[in-house]
């Protein structure tokens, strides 16, 4: 009953094995997009997260200098808006970053700060992510099916 194996009988043939090849590229193909997206969303909490610790810091500027204006720029050249000099810039600042920080609007009352997305980021539908001195956060540039409560999720 045992079938022998003689050379050269064994193994797939290479229509067997072209078969297999497109059927895994086909899965990866239809998969990739999920996974391009599933990144980009992995992506956007490092930058929230980076916006909140920009609003600290810049309440604490606040606290010692009277004004919000003058957290940007360098230390030897402070500017009122511009790439924020209380922290990196750049989100994440120790790898390849996907968003940068800057300070749109700072004065005496109050603040914009924006965490713009760079590089394969700029496909993420939440656009660049907003916060104010007052908490409120929002989006410029968001894709019209863009929801607040997903590009601003309310456990943060």
């Known amino acids: ?9 064994a193994g797939f043939s290479l229509l067997e094995g072209l078969i ?5 590229g086909a899965i990866g193909m239809a998969l ?11 992506y956007r909490e490092p930058a929230r997260q980076a916006l909140q610790e920009l609003h600290r810091q810049l309440e604490r500027h ?3 200098t009277g004004s ?16 924020p000099r209380l922290m990196p810039a750049a989100v994440p600042d120790n790898a390849t970053p996907h968003y940068r920080l800057l ?3 700072a004065n005496r009352r109050g603040f914009e700060i924006h ?14 992510l907003t916060l104010t001195a007052t ?3 929002g989006m410029v540039e968001a894709a019209p099916e863009a929801r607040r409560d997903d590009c601003w999720p309310q456990a943060q």
């Open 1 to 9: 009953m045992r079938q022998e194996i003689r050379d050269g009988q």
């Open 20 to 24: 297999v090849l497109a059927l895994v």
């Open 32 to 42: 990739w997009p999920q996974y391009a997206e599933w990144q980009r969303v992995q």
């Open 62 to 64: 606040h606290h010692r």
């Open 68 to 83: 919000y204006a003058g957290a940007a720029g360098t230390d030897r050249d402070p500017r009122e808006t511009g790439v």
């Open 103 to 105: 300070i749109v609007t």
């Open 115 to 128: 965490a713009a997305p760079v590089g394969p980021q700029t496909a993420d539908i939440c656009g660049t």
């Open 135 to 137: 908490g409120q956060r």
